[in-house]
């Protein structure tokens, strides 16, 4: 899996060698993310938060349903909010990998009217094979959702607005693809392991601090 790491300056996002990292980051503490960007990617009221609403710094993760990499950090993504008790996380239903990918996405944050969303986050990860519109209903009743309410949900205005929301910072960001990580000015694109993850939390506490 392709892995790099980068660092959100401003409303751009630059790859760099891992052996950059170090010196980027403490040249970017001069040009923070501004104040805006961070506001929409951390503070978006349609986006479900986990972990603690009042943590001292927010990961964000944008991912896609149908990605395999996006499958794999489920496991650390579980373990990494369990151990951290101050970790404020923020999912960012980002569907790229085509109509199956969106209607997920859709009834996922649709889910959220339910009070389900983690529930149906990780039945819909562990959906074998492809996530196709049957497999999320499918997903949905397995989980005990009433499925007609999801369906109406699911064209509700905050959804529409998340999913847009997604692919507006996408873009202004510049990322290349899922899943994305990102903390304070620091993003990381691929798979990580869970050492990995802590260790983009704790430089953005150390950054942000």
Not at 46 to 52: R, Y
Not at 71 to 100: A, C, Q, T, Y
Request: aromatic fraction near 8%.
């Amino acid at each position: 899996m392709h892995r790099r790491s980068l660092i959100l300056a401003g409303a751009s996002l630059l790859a760099l060698p891992a052996l950059d990292r170090t010196a980027a980051l403490a040249q970017e503490r001069a040009n923070p993310m501004p104040d805006n960007l961070r506001k929409s990617l951390e503070r978006d009221p349609t986006a479900p938060v986990l972990g603690n609403p009042q943590g001292d710094i927010t990961l964000t993760e944008f991912f896609d349903y149908n990605c395999p990499f996006c499958r794999k950090m489920v496991e650390p993504m579980h373990r990494l909010i369990s151990s951290d008790k101050n970790l404020r996380v923020v999912f960012r239903e980002w569907p790229v990998f085509g109509e199956d990918s969106d209607f997920a996405a859709r009834a996922s944050l649709a889910s959220l009217q339910q009070g389900r969303y983690w529930q149906f986050h990780t039945a819909l990860f562990r959906t074998k094979g492809r996530v196709t519109q049957e497999a999320t209903m499918r997903a949905a009743r397995d989980i005990g959702l009433d499925t007609a309410r999801l369906e109406r949900d699911m064209a509700a205005e905050p959804v529409e607005r998340h999913i847009s929301m997604s692919s507006m910072l996408a873009e202004h960001m510049g990322l290349i693809g899922t899943p994305t990580f990102v903390a304070g000015d620091e993003g990381a694109f691929g798979q990580y392991s869970l050492d990995e993850l802590r260790g983009l939390v704790q430089r953005a506490r150390e950054t942000m601090g």
